[in-house]
């Protein structure tokens, strides 16, 4: 049974970057999309973008000049970097697994699998 | 990017009841919606991918439906582990957007 699990710091200084990794256990890092999502205190998700086990990626517009998202599948794990963080940055930040799902039918994509979250502050 | 709008944002309801969420896109997005249960400090779990598709495992009270522009999550008979919030999400294309919420909570 495939499972992802978030590490990093739980504090991170204003200006700074904000490093995370997600290991993943009981499966292959092959074929899947591999994605960030993070939840401010109090709010919804949002969607920071995925690296496909290829190593391209995608982003989202509104993080991209900050984000780095990538991919070593020889650890089987996956990192989120994000830049020149301030108090909006802060969150609890999810990994998970994106794929096609076919069944049952009719197919289509989504994050079937999550890490429990890990918190990250954005504070000096 | 696609603006999703779930209504309400939070409801009161009781066991037994039938339950409707609903989400609009701000543009047509096909059957390329996804609906999500989260509990307090839990992650998200997947109830239902293309708009009506309900994934293994997950009980049959739930149901999803639409097309194009707009989409219902029902719950046809609410029990107690049900409270909790739900978020559609868009995949027709990216960036991928999440509505808003519906916290549903005890009456």
């Known amino acids: 049974q495939v499972q992802l699990q978030e590490s990093g710091p739980g504090l991170v200084k204003p200006s700074e970057t904000l490093s995370l990794t997600c290991s993943v256990s009981?499966?292959?890092?092959?074929?899947?999309?591999w994605n960030w999502i993070r939840q401010p205190p109090g709010k919804g998700l949002e969607w920071i973008g995925y690296?496909?086990?290829?190593?391209?990626?995608k982003y989202n517009p509104s993080l991209e000049s900050r984000v780095t998202i990538s991919i070593d599948t020889s650890k089987t794990q996956f990192s989120l970097r994000l830049s020149s963080v301030t108090a909006a940055d802060t969150a609890l930040y999810y990994c998970?697994?994106?794929?096609?799902?076919?069944?049952?039918?009719?197919?289509?994509?989504?994050?079937?699998?999550w890490g429990q979250g890990t918190r990250v502050t954005v504070s000096s | 990017a696609i603006q999703m709008t779930q209504s309400p944002s939070s409801l009161s309801a009781s066991v037994g009841d039938r339950v409707t969420i609903t989400c609009r896109a701000s543009?047509?997005?096909?059957?390329?919606l996804g609906w999500y249960q989260q509990k307090p400090g839990i992650a998200p779990k997947l109830l239902i991918y293309a708009a009506s598709t309900l994934q293994s495992g997950v009980p049959s009270r739930f149901s999803g439906s639409g097309s194009g522009t707009d989409f219902t999550l029902t719950i046809s008979s609410l029990q107690p582990e049900d409270f909790a919030t739900y978020y559609c999400?868009?995949?027709?294309?990216?960036?991928?957007?999440f509505g808003g919420g519906t916290e549903v909570e005890i009456k």
């Open positions: 543009q047509d997005i096909r059957h390329d």
């Open positions: 998970a697994r994106r794929r096609r799902i076919a069944a049952p039918s009719p197919a289509g994509d989504a994050f079937d699998i």
């Open positions: 009981g499966g292959f890092i092959n074929d899947y999309y």
């Open positions: 690296a496909y086990y290829s190593g391209s990626t």
């Open positions: 999400v868009q995949d027709y294309n990216y960036p991928l957007t």
